[in-house]
Structures are given as C-alpha cells and as structure tokens.
C-alpha cells in the first residue's frame, strides 16, 4: 500500500545553507512519527515546506494522490495537511472561536460577497462551525467549549496549546504536523496533552501524525516509529528503542565530543 505522504529528495536550500538534505520521508495513514534531532537540524523547515510556506529547492512530495511540490499553503491545507507552530500563532484578544476558525477558511466559505448574498446558507455554515468547534474543544476540556467566545489570551498556555491543535484540527485534515506542542509547559501540563492526543489519536485512527519533540519520554509514548534529523539529513529511521542505542542518534546529540 502507498504512504499517505511520501517525501523524497527533498532538499531545502537558504542561499549556501542546507537545511533539508534530500530526505526520504514516509508516512502511512493514522501512523504517528516522532521527528527528533539537535536544535537547527531542519525539523521546522521540514514543516515549512511540507506546508508550502518556503518552496522546496528540490525533490518530491506527494501526498494521496496529489503532487504537493512547490503548492501554495491554501491547497497543501485543503489537501489536508495541518500544523501547529513552534511559537504560538494564536491571536490572543479575539475569541477562541475565531482563532478556531481561522483553520476552516479555505474549506468553510466566510467571504463578505457569498455572507451577502447568501445569508441563510452562511448563517447554517457559521452555526456548523460553532457546532464543530465546540465538539473538538470539549474533547480537550469542557471549560474551553464552554468560553468559546472568550479571548484566546484568557487561557492557560495548556489551553492556548489546545486551542491552537483544535485550528489544525477543525478543517478535518489527514496528516497533523506538531512543531514542539509541549514547548514552554511545566512536564505536568506536557503529560496531560500527551494525554489528549493519545485520546484523541484512538477517535481517529486514520489521522496520521508528525510531531517534532524534544522531550524522549513524549516521543516514547506517542510514537510508531521516530525518524532523527542532523544537519538536515535522515540519520536515524526505526523505533524509539533502537533510537537511543544508535552510535549516530548518540553522536548527533553530543555534538563534537565524540
Ligand atoms: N528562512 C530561513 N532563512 C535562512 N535560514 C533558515 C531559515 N529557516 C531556517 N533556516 C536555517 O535552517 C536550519 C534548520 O532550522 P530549523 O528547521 O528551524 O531547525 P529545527 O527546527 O530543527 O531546530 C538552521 O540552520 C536555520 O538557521
Ligand atoms: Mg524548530
């Protein structure tokens, strides 16, 4: 069987810099890969190519069916490609609602011209919206459905890391990418989302995962197979056993010790 995604070759060049080093990655429907390596080893440009923001310098990628080289992130999303940001990207003073949104458009049509003249039709959207968000948010916590017109910045980082899963969720991709989700969280909290996700992993088995992590244990739990990066390049694909053990993965950590 084909790999919902399947990366090769692919190569991302910043003037003399390589940060992606012509990779074979693969990734099968509703399997989770833990994508570890040293700090600017090319984890998050890996994310930013797959999702079209920088265009790749070479390779492939084809995801399903489609040839996503080089498309733009509106088509790579409505693909079904989704993420989440290193950094957070949530607008703090508008609502958990709209934030939420905001990973719909595209798919849902909000525009102002189709609202105008299609009012009734944009009334149901809005409302199957509100319905949808509210479903996916109480599944992560009850208390986020139930402020979901409440600012974004009136949550807990915990929360605001929900809020910010549940955007990429909303538009009902295949593949979620999650760049660091535990960043800036207390090793408490990080148990609790890697809760959610497990949780959430078991309601649908079909949604394949790629999570960058530098905490092992959470790579540990939630992985089906890790793939570890250095300098752009694949030095490591296999399980997270075999991870630890592997004189490259051990190298690749020590940096220029050994
Ligand atoms: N937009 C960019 N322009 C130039 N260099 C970049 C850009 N984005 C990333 N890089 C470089 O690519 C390398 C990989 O970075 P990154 O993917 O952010 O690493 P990681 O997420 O694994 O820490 C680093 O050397 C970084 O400085
Ligand atoms: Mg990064």
Redesign the pocket.
Known sequence: MSPLLACSGLTMR?GG?T?LDSLDIAVGTGETVGLV?P????????FNVLTGLYRPSEGAVRFEASDLFGRSPQEISRAGVARTF?RSRLMLDQTVFDNIALGALGRVDLGLLPALVFRSRFRRDLSALVEKATALTRRFNPHIAASLFKPAGSFTMIDRRRIEICRALIGGPRLLLLDEPSAGMTHEETRHLMDDLLAFREEMPDLAIVL?EHEMDVIRRISDRCVV?NF?RKIFEGAFDALLADPDVQTAYLGGSQ
């Open positions: 910043f810099l940060a390596g700090n600017g080893s090319g984890k998050t440009t890996f290193q960058v990066l752009g």
